[in-house]
């Protein structure tokens, strides 16, 4: 069992130790509720990778919104339509075939 020293140490057990995941330095908090003593590790705001993100990459230029963010690609949607739609009009212009290893262009109107 263990016991209160002097300058106020109590030893963990150590299958406390390991079922709680403590680490040497780990922020433990105390409670006294009635005339028991909970303690409880204290778990600290750990910064996602997302936050961290910019600060990973070293990043310094401006931030945008999600709705910038949509904008844009909305334009770049819209643009890779267009882009794609003219080349098929681009190709339906030039019904040819290939002849003798050579292309030859049966007709060049506007349908």
Known sequence: MPTLSVYGDVH?????????GLKPGAKLAFERQGDAIIMRPVKTHKISQVDAGPKILAYTG?????????EAIAKQVEEERIRRKNALVTLSKYRGRFKA??????DCYES
């Open 62 to 70: 401006s931030t945008v919104t999600l709705e910038e963010m949509d």
């Open 12 to 20: 963990i057990p150590d299958n406390l130790i390991h079922a709680l």
């Open 101 to 106: 290893d050579k292309f030859v262009r049966e």
